[in-house]
């Protein structure tokens, strides 16, 4: 065999992503230093800084080789004997190549944990075999269910101090079994070992002759992960506008999942504009057919205006576009998350804000049972609803690793918060809040409208400082046939005739206008209110003075006015009988001529610096 050959057989073997989690002391980094040492994967130089390392660990017998000295490269971790960051180490066989992640084992370092889990195909959980099954076993094997991983080998370690019994063996995979039927683990396979000794880690041992299954390398040469890859769904992710030339223009990226050729006929998100790939361009050249996770450029035949950060996506085959969506997140900051918080969240190559819109309950990773919350501290993994200012192109997690996934990223310290999967999108008019009730759901509403609210380049100031006034709401309500109208009218003549800027709204004007969708006998009344409100918000913003009525509004209907209309202030007045004289209201009007009711009106206004002294 030639090198050049030998290379290309090399460049092109399959790639196996694992990492290993299990109780402190289990032995994580001890089992990837042998796979290592046996495999002989150790250079020269590397295995005499070992050996002279070994000697001088105080609990080692001097001939003994301590193989975690491989993994556990921090000093902190050396002096401890633990694992505390993710390392990660890359080595190859004559079947594949291998990228390890070795995981702390502590619950206090579960999110480097969660983020070496994140991207990988398979999982092995280590298990000693004097514990069994242990709370943190159930921690790590639940983490890895939530991130969508697979493939699960459990590695019963250190069988020598078992003295290789196989009913200690199988009564620690019945009882794995049994907790993991709760979990999303599709494949199982059981091993005993002796990460120590070297049983079972890469060549067969007669102490266990009773197993007859493959070694641990011989698993992770021939198990088959491909499935569990996504190649229907076609995503790609927009990094750059490739464009050298005015002869060329091509996007660039990387294919996250799915399969594209030329001629397919595509969209971009979120224009929705449609072509056709009619180059897939690489620095080897052009290609006809490309696949997750390759690096390309395509070419279209139409020139459509792509930026980075948008998507482009097969036309038949479109992922949810949404501002809303509900997630599980794991938390990795030491502050407290809490409803309302605002973040960056960074998802597919596209960062936006966001905000957290409810925490729905926190998870016990250690007894699978949901608890309500007010916050999730860190380690802590939640479920929550999130609202972004800009769309999001994604798919569930557990459809698409990909496109499910996102990291919440303090806009203050630019720290990583916390890594998030996508359950799906959220359709409601609002994120639903720790108590399901009607005002519950309006403060939420606004909250989440607030957030998401589109603010142009001339501020509120500017228009107070235009109008001399700012942009404020005048309700007048009572029982029918008390003159609201006439006052309102009244009083929009009076306040133009004073160069304020004022509008005045029938209700005639609403309900055949905003109102003429809803069906003739249905109850409109909760949902006149809901548009009302929401139409004064959007003309107080303009800096005008909202004027309209509401014919026998109660308290309910205003304070429910006056919630939607905020942050700008409704001022509520109640003309009519003695019947209304104890309904809390701004102003009351009773047998007040039209004009006196209009100036006694105009004088309130003034008072509460709504409108200037001299208009009065």
Known sequence: MNIDTFLNQHENKDLLRFLTSGSVDDGKSTLIGRLLYDSKLIYEDQLAKLKEESKKSSNKDEEEIDYSLLLDGLKAEREQGITIDVAYRYFSTPNRKFIIADTPGHEQYTRNMATGASTADLAIILIDARKGVITQTKRHAFINSLLGIKHVIVAVNKMDLADYSEQVFLDIMNDFNEFSQQLDLQNKYYIPLSALKGDNVVDRSDKTDWYKGP????????????????????????????????????????????????????????????????????????????????????????????????????????????????????????????????????????????????????????????????????????????????????????????????????????????????????????????????????????EKREFLWDNGLVTQSDRAKRNHHRGKAVLLTGAVGTGKRDIAKMLEKRMFDSNLQAYYLGVSNVQSGLDCDIPLGFTTKD??????????????????????????????????????????????????????????????????????????????LSENNIIPEYCI
């Open 215 to 446: 070694t641990l390398l011989e698993m992770l040469e021939t198990v088959n992960v491909t499935g569990t890859r996504n190649f229907k769904d076609f995503r790609f992710p927009v990094q750059w506008v490739n464009r050298p030339n005015l002869d060329f223009r091509g996007f660039s990226g990387t294919i996250v999942s799915g399969v594209v050729k030329q001629g397919d006929t595509v969209i971009a998100l979120p224009s929705r504009k449609e072509s056709r790939v009619q180059r897939i361009v690489t620095a080897d050249g052009d290609m006809e057919e490309a696949f997750a996770p390759q690096a390309v450029t395509l070419v279209l035949e139409d020139e459509i205006d792509i930026s980075s950060g948008e998507m482009i996506v097969h036309a038949s085959n479109v992922p949810t576009v949404s501002n809303s969506f509900e997630g599980y997140v794991v938390w990795m900051d030491d502050k407290e998350l809490k409803k309302s918080d605002t973040f960056l969240i960074r998802h597919a190559g596209k960062t936006t804000k966001a905000r957290i819109d409810a925490l729905k309950y926190h998870l016990d990773v250690n007894t699978l049972q949901k608890g309500r919350t007010m916050g999730l501290r860190l380690n802590e993994i939640g479920n929550v609803s999130i609202t972004t200012t800009q769309p999001l192109f994604f798919d569930p997690y557990t459809k698409n690793r990909e496109t499910g996934s996102f990291v919440l990223i303090d806009p203050i310290t630019n720290n990583t918060a916390a890594a998030g999967m996508i359950v799906d999108a959220l359709f409601d008019d609002y994120a639903p809040g720790d108590d399901d009730n009607e005002e519950t759901r309006i403060t939420d509403h606004v």
């Open 527 to 604: 949902e006149h209110v809901r548009r009302l409100g929401e139409l004064s918000r959007i003309i107080t913003d303009s800096g005008q003075i909202f004027i309209t009525i509401y014919d026998g509004a109660d308290d309910y209907d205003i304070e429910k006015l006056k919630s939607l209309s905020s942050p700008n202030e409704l001022f509520v007045v109640i003309v009519g009988e003695s019947l209304f004289k104890d309904f809390e209201a701004d102003l009351h009007l009773y047998d007040q001529s039209l004009e006196n009711a209009v100036e006694e009106i105009m004088k309130i």
